[in-house]
C-alpha cells in the first residue's frame, strides 16, 4: 500500500480522539470538548468566535460543545460588556480544579507517541507539520473553510 500523509494523520486523528475519550471520561469531557479547555486554560474569557477560529471549528459545532461543558459546569457562559452580540466563556472552580490532571493526561498522548524518538527527529516532525499548518492558514483555503 502506497504512504499517504491523509491516511496517517487520519489514523493518528481517529487514535487519539480514542484516546482522549478513554483518558479523560472520570471528567465526562470527549475529543469534542476537551480542545476549548485546554484554551480556555490559557485565555479564560475568550469569545465564542475566538474559539471557533482559533480552533478551526465551525460555530455551530463551538457552540455545541460550549452547551455541553456548560452543562456539565466547567464552563460558564457570559455576554461581553462591550458587545453583546459576543459571548465570553469563562471557566468555572471545578474546570480549575483539574486543570493539572486534564492537562497531564493530554501530555501523555504526545509522549506515548514520541517514545523512543530522539529530539532531533521529533523536532523535524514538528517543524514539518508546523510548515504544513502555515501553509494552509496562508492559502485561499483557509477563506473557504471560514466561509462554511
Known amino acids: ?5 491523509g491516511r496517517l494523520m487520519s489514523i493518528l486523528h ?12 472520570e ?6 470538548e476537551y480542545s476549548f479547555l485546554l484554551y480556555l486554560y490559557g485565555k479564560d474569557g475568550a469569545t465564542q468566535d475566538e474559539l471557533s477560529s482559533y480552533l478551526y471549528i465551525d460555530k ?3 457552540a455545541r460543545a460550549i452547551k455541553s461543558l456548560e452543562q456539565k459546569g466547567y464552563v460558564i457562559k457570559d455576554k461581553d ?3 453583546k452580540r459576543f459571548n465570553r466563556i ?23 507517541l514520541t517514545e523512543g ?27 473557504t473553510m471560514e466561509e462554511l
Open 27 to 32: 471528567f465526562c469531557i470527549t475529543s469534542a
Open 1 to 5: 500500500m502506497k504512504r499517504s500523509f
Open 90 to 112: 469563562y471557566l468555572t472552580g471545578k474546570a480549575k480544579d483539574c486543570k493539572d490532571e486534564i492537562w497531564q493526561r493530554i501530555r501523555s498522548w504526545g509522549e506515548f
Open 117 to 143: 524518538m530522539d529530539e532531533e527527529t521529533i523536532g523535524i516532525i514538528l517543524t514539518a507539520l508546523e510548515n504544513m499548518v502555515d501553509k494552509v492558514e496562508r492559502t485561499s483555503l483557509k477563506k
Open 81 to 83: 460588556n462591550a458587545d
Open 60 to 62: 455551530s459545532a463551538t
Open 14 to 25: 481517529r487514535q487519539k480522539q480514542v484516546y482522549i475519550n478513554y483518558s479523560l471520561k
